[in-house]
Nanobody
Framework: QVQLVESGGGLVQPGGSLRLSCTASGITLDYYGVGWFRQAPGKEREGVSCISSGFGSTYYADSVKGRFTASRDNAKNTVYLQMNNLKPEDTAVYYC???????????????????WGQGTQVTVSS
C-alpha cells in the first residue's frame, strides 16, 4: 500500500523559508513522478512543482519560480520542496502526490496522481 507523508509546514514570517518533506512507503519515489500541490481556502488545488523520473527538467508554477526548489533524496525515499522568500499568498495546505512518470509540466497541469499525502499547513504571516 502506497503512503505519502508530508512534514515541515508551519508558521513563518514573510521573507522566511521552510522545507517540506514528502516521504514514501510502498513505492520507490526515484521511479515515479512526484508533484507538490497547494490549496488555499476557496481556491482550486494548484500544481506548484513536479519532478519526474526520466525527465531532466522540473516544472515550477510561475508564482514560485526562483523561490521554490524541488529535490530528491533517494536514500531516504523522500522528495523535498525548499521554499524561500515566502509570501502571504503562499499560505495554503501543501500536498505531495506520486504517480507513474510523465512530463513534469503535464503532471502538474493535469493533476492526475494516484497517490496523495494528507497535506501540511503553511502559513505566511507577520
Amino acid at each position: 500500500q502506497v503512503q505519502l507523508v508530508e512534514s515541515g509546514g508551519g508558521l513563518v514570517q514573510p521573507g522566511g523559508s521552510l522545507r517540506l518533506s514528502c516521504t514514501a512507503s510502498g513505492i520507490t519515489l526515484d521511479y515515479y513522478g512526484v508533484g507538490w500541490f497547494r490549496q488555499a481556502p476557496g481556491k482550486e488545488r494548484e500544481g506548484v512543482s513536479c519532478i519526474s523520473s526520466g525527465f531532466g527538467s522540473t516544472y515550477y508554477a510561475d508564482s514560485v519560480k526562483g523561490r521554490f526548489t524541488a529535490s530528491r533524496d533517494n536514500a531516504k525515499n523522500t522528495v523535498y520542496l525548499q521554499m524561500n522568500n515566502l509570501k502571504p499568498e503562499d499560505t495554503a495546505v501543501y500536498y505531495c502526490a506520486a504517480d507513474l512518470p510523465r512530463h513534469p509540466r503535464v503532471m502538474c497541469v493535469r493533476r492526475e496522481f494516484g497517490s496523495w499525502g494528507q497535506g501540511t499547513q503553511v502559513t505566511v504571516s507577520s
